[in-house]
T-cell receptor, first 116, second 110 residues
Framework: GAGVSQSPSNKVTEKGKDVELRCDPI?????LYWYRQRLGQGLEFLIY????????KSGLPSDRFSAERTGESVSTLTIQRTQQEDSAVYLC??????????????FGEGSWLTVV | KQEVTQIPAALSVPEGENLVLNCSFT??????LQWFRQDPGKGLTSLLL?????REQTSGRLNASLDKSSGRSTLYIAASQPGDSATYLC?????????FGAGTTVTVRA
């Protein structure tokens, strides 16, 4: 597609359930990021994938969070045993290589997660 | 850890006025800095990217300056329009990792 695509756009789940969020980056972009934005707050880095290198998982807040990426395409972010504090918008972004190379980063419209 | 502060948190101006948005960051060892725009319920749109070796970058009515040694960047928007109403985010990049401020929410009154 022309841009970064995320699904679902909205998800309401019960506390304790698992959720899976999907990101389809721009074709040809080797770098993929996940960020979280809680209401009224800035973006928090979660995880970074670059090609076939080991991902930087340093931003994942707990072991309930995990993410995978298949080659240089789709990524899924999984949250197990969801808690109310997980309610946020989860933003995916991609770039041609990483932003350190001066490449523009493109964001999807986000997956809005509400845990009730 | 990179800490990013944006001042003011909110700004309301009449149409036609120039806007000045400030960003400061604690770790000056950045590769570049980007300014983004975020509209309610939408993702982020990149506005300008300034490399660490540059002092400023311009695109249309937008101009961003960077003083890397003092950890500051300023976004100027000339002749503001109601369509400029949005939240503006500053994001310095340490290698591949972007750190974000909480943003400045701008309202331009017609």
């Amino acid at each position: 597609g022309a841009g970064v695509s995320q699904s679902p756009s909205n998800k309401v789940t019960e506390k304790g359930k698992d959720v899976e969020l999907r990101c389809d980056p721009i074709s040809g972009h080797t770098a993929l990021y996940w960020y979280r934005q809680r209401l009224g707050q800035g973006l928090e880095f979660l995880i970074y994938f670059q090609g076939n290198s080991a991902p930087d998982k340093s931003g994942l807040p707990s072991d309930r969070f995990s993410a995978e990426r298949t080659g240089e395409s789709v990524s899924t972010l999984t949250i197990q045993r969801t808690q109310q504090e997980d309610s946020a918008v989860y933003l995916c972004a991609s770039s041609f290589r990483g932003t350190g190379s001066g490449n523009t980063i493109y964001f999807g419209e986000g997956s809005w997660l509400t845990v009730v | 850890k990179q800490e990013v502060t944006q001042i003011p948190a909110a700004l309301s101006v009449p149409e036609g006025e120039n806007l000045v948005l400030n960003c400061s960051f604690t770790d000056s060892a950045i590769y570049n800095l980007q300014w983004f725009r975020q509209d309610p319920g939408k993702g982020l749109t990149s506005l300008l990217l300034i490399q660490s070796s540059q002092r400023e970058q311009t695109s249309g009515r937008l101009n961003a300056s960077l003083d890397k040694s003092s950890g500051r960047s300023t976004l100027y928007i000339a002749a503001s329009q109601p369509g400029d109403s949005a939240t503006y985010l500053c994001a310095p990049s340490n290698d591949y990792k972007l750190s974000f401020g909480a943003g400045t929410t701008v309202t331009v009154r017609a």
